[in-house]
């Protein structure tokens, strides 16, 4: 009886773990950009002439910045342009599940005409179809220093705020900036994302930081 009684025990347990809801923030909601980050956080962003010109500040594991809850890994994904010496395009960013919204944690290097596209996400459904998410400068994303009169993005939310020994001397903060999708295809599982940079003939050179799924 006694034995009976502990298995039973055990029994429930164990359905009882396996059973219990996903934690709120979740990491499944977290889009892993490990093994496709090129610039780490205490490394050079862009320009050489300033030492220390990087992202070090930024706090990293899992963190809220405008209510969206990202994780922060151990770099971004740093896209070329006409002043940047990286890549045209990130591929096959894994994702694997359905969701209703894509909150992107990003901003980008230098300026460029407002109204510019300077890069997209290419969301692949497992049906083979696709769906292109724009990245436009000045409705997206801004250069990550912000001056004083800098103008924020006219849609993109300030995320997250911050400097680097490089901006202090210029009066200048760093700042990162959220763009949400809305999911035209929430029933469609997604696959993977590529990132990539659709005008390398001007100078502004959007970045990645983290990217997170929601289900609502």
């Avoid at 724009?134 to 993109?156: H, L, N, Q």
């Avoid at 901006?167 to 763009?179: D, P, Q, R, T, V």
Wanted: with cysteine.
């Amino acid at each position: 009886m006694v034995r009976t009684f502990s298995f039973f025990v055990v029994a429930v347990l164990a359905a009882g773990l396996i059973a219990a809801p996903a934690p709120k923030g979740d990491s499944s909601n977290f889009i892993s950009l490990k093994g496709h980050t090129n610039v780490k956080w205490d490394e050079n962003l862009h320009s050489q002439r300033f030492e220390n010109n990087n992202l070090k500040s930024l706090p990293t594991g899992k963190q809220k910045f405008a209510d969206v809850e990202f994780e922060i890994g151990d770099g971004l994904l740093q896209l070329g342009s006409q002043t940047v010496d990286k890549p045209k395009e990130f591929k096959d960013i894994k994702v694997g599940r359905t969701l209703k919204k894509l909150h992107f944690l990003q901003a980008c290097g230098y300026d460029t005409d407002d109204g510019a596209t300077i890069g997209k996400y290419v969301v692949h459904y497992d049906d083979k179809t696709t769906a292109d998410i724009e990245i436009v400068f000045g409705r997206d994303v801004v250069d990550w220093w912000a001056y004083p009169d800098r103008k924020a993005p006219t849609k993109g939310k300030v995320a997250w705020e911050g400097e680097n020994e490089a901006s202090k001397g210029f009066n200048a903060k760093i700042k990162l900036y959220l763009m949400t999708w809305e999911n035209p295809k929430p029933e469609k599982k997604v696959l993977t994302i590529d990132f990539v940079a659709t005008n390398l003939e001007q100078p502004a050179a959007p970045f990645c930081v983290a990217i997170t799924a929601e289900d609502k």
